[in-house]
């Protein structure tokens, strides 16, 4: 390996949002970011930023979007043009931008569950209702319930569905035919797709990530993809993402919106760091998905052998861990349990919505030897529950 992912760095008083814990033994496996340091290369790009003494408005030069478009292209097969795409200073600020502008006033947005927590928040917060379909659960794998979908679809309440193309939190990369069918059924209702691809290029060696916009015409015309170097580049507090909208009028009307809702800007930041990421640190990507491939094997390994009462979901995208924890319980009970007993911190299941009940989310991308820390933790945490329901 080229690149260093196994030293670990204290993140305690930098103001992490993961890492401001209320006790020193605490372990937090949780919030989407990554104990690993960022790529060298862009590090060296916000140095020579933070160099330059001036920091004023910043515009969308132009490296930018090509930055984004060769990217996309050469690994994704993702074409877009420079004008059918904008800046946006994250993929949540356009979640919540669409949903005031695509939404019907009081109407339903679509989404698949379990699925990340905040697209409620962004549907609820703006006054809209979550239409829930709830993935196909077999015991080892997700698949979507295309009847209730389209059922849904067809609620004339309904115009906007969000995808999490990957699925998180169970890991799953959705397949061409999969998203032609979504796509197809969307066009067929009148429904607009708001694809959130910020776990895209985090996806296990050997699959295949698809943009949703990338499968045919009618996905194309009829989406709008979120995507960022956030996730993938460890970059969440650089807040940088951008947003890919082929279709004129759908992109006039929700730039328009995301300019109102002041999301549009970029910092003096926001531009080299990504443009550092696509443009410079693509082997440091390949490095850290074999990392995460590696982390997440162990996991499932680990568990197998040692914790009878909890199942790995196999997924093949995110860094993030689906855990069916129904052997136990609920997933809420047993992770508040975790962190008194143990203090390792997970999320439970239930924030995910529908289906999410029974299961826990573990973040593994951490150094080899707190993977280890958090894994024997997760064992003694699941021995000790066991032990206090049968006493
Ligand atoms: C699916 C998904 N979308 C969006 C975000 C956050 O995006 P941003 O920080 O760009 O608002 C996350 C963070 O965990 C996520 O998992």
Known sequence: ??????????????????????????LPMWVADMDFPVAPKITEALFKRVAHPIYGYQSEALPWKQSYIKFWERRYDFRFS???MAFATGVVPTLSSAVRKLAKANGKVLIMTPVY?????????????PSCSELLYDGEKYSIDFEDLEKRMGDPECSLMILCNPQNPVGRLYGKEELAKIGELAKKHGVIVVSDEIHGPISEPGTRYIPFASVN????????TAIAPTKAFNLAGVQTSAVVIPNEEIRKAFLRQLNTDECAEPNVFSLPAAISAFEESEDWLEELNQVIARNRKITESFVKDNIPDIKVIHGQATYLLWLDVSKLGE????????????????????????????????????????????LNRLKNGAIAYKKKQNA
Request: aromatic share 10%; glycine share 10%; with cysteine.
């Open 217 to 224: 015409e009618v996905n194309r015309m009829n989406s709008i």
């Open 117 to 129: 927590n905040i697209f409620f928040n962004s549907i609820v917060n703006n006054g809209r209702t």
């Open 1 to 26: 390996m080229k690149y260093d992912f196994d030293t670990p760095i204290s993140r305690r008083n930098t103001g992490s949002y993961k890492w401001d814990v209320a006790k020193e033994n605490e």
């Open 82 to 84: 420079e004008e059918e």
């Open 331 to 374: 997933g809420e009970a047993f992770a508040s349990f975790l962190k008194e007993e143990t203090g390792l911190i997970v999320n439970p299941g239930p924030e995910y919505g529908k289906g999410g009940e029974h299961f826990i989310r573990l973040n593994v991308a951490c150094p080899l030897s707190r993977l280890q820390d958090g």
